[in-house]
């Protein structure tokens, strides 16, 4: 992973060998062409949106890739986690099909994560792959699910369940989109950019823990460091470890929060939650199990606790049977032979796999968590 910055765009570069590419970062991106390079050898464009984001912006992204001198087609999803099924996967087939799109066709999602996911997948498996761009409208979705190739849609038993690793060939993130982005939207953003400091790197929590304030006013410049930190941390984990195949962690660490995230957002229904308020409970209880195990101390578990509750975000776990979550987190794709990985904390900043607590043990953990 390398980092660039000029006057104007922070430049993140994913290192995958000859499937490496740019995350360029910077405010009014949105009108600008993008770059020649990714549109070299594409025959025409087809975005993908939802009709949430597609009147906002879709029309001034159109514009700038017609500027290019190529032909656009536009896809206009429903919206919501809801709909992040193989119905709405087969919109985006039928389109492509429909206007005899090629294996030099380029799609472009244009939205938050699920648009991000779906088109993701579409674009993998669509003639057995085609080339696409991220182009991320959510927090969320800018400082996580657009950077690392994971692509997916969810099953009624499993969030993401069904899937591929596929990368995109650049990833554009405009920080002016975060200035009108609901205000629920933007804190469950805020709870990705939490993980990469709990999680992965100490400095960047405490810069986290200083710069609440100015994150949650949405002040440009924090936003834009904030940012380009998550992808730097984020584009270094998956170079070392893409196919999340590490027996050390590698890109499982990632996943801090989403065990018992993806068992809170499967268990209320897709939609209930936002991806980014599951993670930030299931970090709480994260943090909580790691501090009742001996890994970090009450003082550091308290100090993710708080910066949960800072971000104006929800630690306590939902009125969800314990034994409801747990049947969830045993479909978690992490798990193996029947034995739940948790991602825990050995330290505040350092974060590993554990497989050591037994199923009765977190059964009893949940039950704590709910009373």
């Not at 009014?28 to 009147?55: A, D, M, R, T, W």
């Not at 119905?87 to 994560?113: M, P, W």
Request: charged residues 20%; glycine residues 8%.
């Amino acid at each position: 992973m390398s980092t660039e910055n000029s006057e104007r765009i922070a430049r993140v570069k994913v290192e995958l060998g000859h499937r490496s590419y740019l995350i360029d970062i910077s405010a009014g991106l949105l009108s600008q062409p993008i770059p020649s390079s990714v549109l070299e050898g594409v025959s025409k464009v087809v975005l993908i949106s939802n009709k949430v984001v597609f009147p906002l912006y879709g029309e001034r992204l159109c514009a700038s890739i017609a500027a290019g001198g190529l032909s656009v087609e536009s896809v206009v999803l429903p919206d919501g986690e809801s709909h992040k099924d193989w119905h709405t996967l087969n919109l985006i087939f039928d389109a492509l099909l429909t206007s005899a799109s090629d294996r030099k066709t380029l799609l472009v999602a244009l939205g938050g994560g699920v648009v991000g996911d779906i088109a993701g997948f579409a674009a993998a498996t669509y003639q057995r792959g085609i080339a696409f761009v991220q182009v991320p409208t959510t927090l969320l979705a800018q400082v996580d699910s657009s950077v690392g190739g994971k692509t997916a849609i969810n099953h009624p038993l499993g969030k993401n369940m069904v899937g591929a690793f596929y990368q995109p060939k650049y990833v554009l993130i405009d920080t002016d989109v975060l200035q009108s982005l609901p205000d629920r939207e933007f804190k469950a953003g805020l709870a990705e950019v939490i993980k990469y400091g709990a999680a992965l790197d100490v400095k960047f929590f405490e810069w986290i823990e200083g710069n609440i304030d100015a994150l949650n006013q949405r002040t440009p410049a924090a936003l834009a460091y904030a940012i380009r930190r998550s992808c730097e941390i984020k584009a270094g984990v998956v170079a070392d470890d893409e196919f999340e195949s590490s027996k050390e962690g590698g890109r499982a660490l990632l996943n801090f929060g989403h065990t018992f995230g993806h068992a809170i957002e499967t268990a209320l229904g897709y939609g209930a939650w936002l991806h980014g308020e599951a993670v930030a409970c299931g970090m709480a209880m994260a943090a909580r199990l790691s501090a009742e195990l001996g890994r970090i101390s009450t003082a550091d578990m308290q100090r993710v606790l708080d910066l949960i509750k800072r971000a104006g975000l929800v630690a306590e776990l939902p009125p969800i049977a314990a034994d409801t979550m747990l049947a969830h987190m045993s479909r978690d794709k992490k798990n193996e032979a029947g034995t739940i990985k948790l991602i825990l904390l050995s330290t505040l900043g350092v974060s590993c796999i554990d497989a050591t607590v037994s199923r009765e043990a977190l059964l009893a953990f949940l039950r704590r968590q709910r009373a």
